[in-house]
């Protein structure tokens, strides 16, 4: 399957702004859509965005709606998960997933990365 790594996470001031990458190899890409997931101790997996990664459709999640946006570098193997804005409540560990069809649950993801933790201090 497609192998995944994150990069880009951080400690940031509450209102400043990170953005993620995930490095794409192997696989075919065309097919996959590229979703993004936040993860804290004692709480359950939760969808932040996901986008296709040939029509580059994107879907949000309601907590993150105008203010992260994501996309993907077809040339380059890469998506983005752009976070402005960030408030403390957005602290967790970011992953990114692929898999064949969009949907809001990590389940239904069959490649995943590493992760990369974002801290947003208030």
């Known amino acids: 399957q497609v192998q995944l790594v994150e990069s880009g996470g951080g400690l940031v001031q509450a209102g400043g702004s990170l953005r993620l990458s995930c490095a794409a190899s192997?696989?075919?890409?065309?097919?996959?859509?590229m979703g993004w997931f936040r993860q804290t101790p004692g709480k359950e997996r939760e969808f932040v965005a996901t986008?296709?990664?040939?029509?580059?459709?994107?879907d949000y999640a309601d907590s993150v709606k105008g203010r992260f946006t994501i996309s993907r570098d077809n040339a380059k193997y890469t998506g983005y998960l752009q976070m402005n804005s960030l408030k403390p409540e957005d602290t967790a560990v970011y992953y990114c997933?692929?898999?064949?069809?969009?949907?809001?649950?990590?389940?239904?993801?069959?490649?995943w990365g590493q992760g990369t933790q974002v801290t947003v201090s208030s």
């Open positions: 997933a692929a898999g064949p069809s969009f949907s809001v649950l990590g389940s239904s993801y069959d490649s």
């Open positions: 986008i296709t990664w040939s029509g580059g459709i994107p």
């Open positions: 192997g696989g075919t890409l065309s097919r996959y859509v």
